[in-house]
Structures are given as C-alpha cells and as structure tokens.
Nanobody, 121 residues
Framework: QVQLEESGGGLVQAGGSLRLSCEASGNIFHINAMGWYRQAPGKQRELVASITSGGITNYADSVKGRFTISRDNAKNTVYLQMNSLKPEDTAVYYC???????????????WGQGTQVTVSS
C-alpha cells in the first residue's frame, strides 16, 4: 500500500503565504506525476498544480504566477508554495500521486487525507 501524508495547511490573511508538503511512503517502485487538488464547499475537486518525475509542471489558470509546485524525488515528496493568497483559495487541498508499487503493477492514483487552507479577507 501507499500512503500520502500532507502538512502545512492553516489559516492565513489575504496576501499571505503557506507551504504545503506531501510525502509518499509504503510500497513504491516509481512515482510518475504528483499533484495538488482542492475542493471548496459546494464545488467539485479541481486540479491546482501537477509535476512529472522529470519536473514538467502544469498549473490552473487561477493560480499561475502565485503558486509554485516542486518535488524531491529522493524523498518522494511534493511541495506547493502558495503566495499572494486570496479568500477564493480557501479549500481542502489534497495531494495526489500516480504510483507503480512493483515493476509489474499498473499505475494507480493515491490520495492524501486533505489539509484545510483558509484565507481570511
């Protein structure tokens, strides 16, 4: 099995910054893409940012220029640096990883338990 443990959420004023971290552990042969999703109350879960094992990144238009995703492949960890936060960034943020547990297994998506980010105006 694979576990994703997130940390770094919290309450911040508009214009402030937070850094989220997510470490994958367990039976891991290889991790392909890792990413962050968020879900606000009454809304669908949406992609915030993703990064491949080779470092190619992708961002939602709403966070471009404010958020930066990065990863440490040696530590199986992905980070999300969030700057210039806005009240509309308030949501539960979920870590995602696309993982092979053995050389013969198929790729499978794993999710963290979520961490709350609240931005006050």
């Amino acid at each position: 099995q694979v576990q994703l443990e997130e940390s770094g959420g919290g309450l911040v004023q508009a214009g402030g910054s937070l850094r989220l971290s997510c470490e994958a552990s367990g039976n891991i042969f290889h991790i392909n893409a890792m990413g962050w999703y968020r879900q606000a109350p009454g809304k669908q879960r949406e992609l915030v940012a993703s990064i491949t094992s080779g470092g190619i990144t992708n961002y939602a238009d709403s966070v471009k220029g404010r958020f930066t995703i990065s990863r440490d492949n040696a530590k199986n960890t992905v980070y999300l640096q969030m700057n210039s936060l806005k009240p509309e960034d308030t949501a539960v943020y979920y870590c995602n990883a696309n993982v092979k547990t053995t050389i013969f297994s198929t790729w499978r998506d794993y999710w963290g338990q979520g961490t709350q980010v609240t931005v006050s105006s």
